[in-house]
T-cell receptor, first 118, second 114 residues
Framework: AQKITQTQPGMFVQEKEAVTLDCTYD???????LFWYKQPSSGEMIFLIY??????QNATEGRYSLNFQKARKSANLVISASQLGDSAMYFC???????????????FGKGTKLSVIP | ETGVTQSPTHLIKTRGQQVTLRCSSQ?????VSWYQQALGQGPQFIFQ???????GRGNFPPRFSGLQFPNYSSELNVNALELDDSALYLC?????????????FGQGTRLTVV
């Protein structure tokens, strides 16, 4: 079974509008972290936002917020006030078994290509 | 700007050859991970090095190997290249004592095997 599922291969959004990118995950580990990364065409993965499994509140970072629904195992990314520079691939990722110096394997979904229309 | 740099940016190799990809991490980041990203896919974890020792490995064969050096640089070596090794290779570094710190990625090396 896929550990990270992103069901939207591509999304379009009008500039200045909000958009939600979906992510569901599968784990039996009670301690895990969820990440969203942005990958422009240049290839670099840019960290956007993080949500820990024990965090009580949804994470927010500027125009990015994470809609964390633990019981449904979903961690959707919400981008408010979309900008042309937001056009990129977006990846949801999970790290299980949070610890300090242990393996930091991130499991990624297949990504969603977001296109912002002027 | 993440402070993680990779070289070269692009590389073309012939099937059966060997290749070395390089990564320079941020100072103080003693954990480095390597990922392979095939076209149209998300990155897949290859392995991780912590204080110059491998301490985690994904589902990749032994012909994928690595080295980490005290100066926060690291290498990914791939022997006996196959056509399916064509991909974007990403390295990511972090300060491992911060248990939930994000990983900072380089811009990647795009490897083409012909």
């Amino acid at each position: 079974a896929q550990k990270i599922t992103q069901t939207q291969p591509g999304m379009f959004v009008q500039e200045k509008e909000a958009v939600t990118l979906d992510c569901t995950y599968d784990t039996s580990d009670p301690s895990y972290g969820l990440f969203w990364y942005k990958q422009p065409s240049s290839g670099e993965m840019i960290f956007l936002i993080y949500q820990g499994s024990y965090d009580q509140q949804n994470a927010t970072e500027g125009r990015y917020s994470l809609n964390f629904q633990k019981a449904r195992k979903s961690a959707n990314l919400v981008i408010s006030a979309s900008q042309l520079g937001d056009s990129a691939m977006y990846f949801c990722a999970m790290r299980e078994g949070l610890s300090g110096a242990g393996s930091y394997q991130l499991t990624f979904g297949k990504g969603t290509k977001l296109s912002v229309i002027p | 700007e993440t402070g993680v740099t990779q070289s070269p940016t692009h590389l073309i190799k012939t099937r059966g050859q060997q290749v070395t990809l390089r990564c320079s991490s941020q100072s103080g980041h003693n954990t480095v991970s390597w990922y392979q990203q095939a076209l149209g896919q998300g990155p897949q974890f290859i392995f991780q090095y912590y204080r110059e020792e491998e301490n985690g490995r994904g589902n990749f064969p032994p012909r994928f190997s690595g080295l980490q050096f005290p100066n926060y640089s690291s290498e990914l070596n791939v022997n006996a290249l196959e056509l399916d090794d064509s991909a974007l290779y990403l390295c990511a570094s972090r300060e491992s004592y911060q248990g939930i710190s994000e990983a900072f990625f380089g811009q990647g090396t795009r490897l083409t095997v012909v």
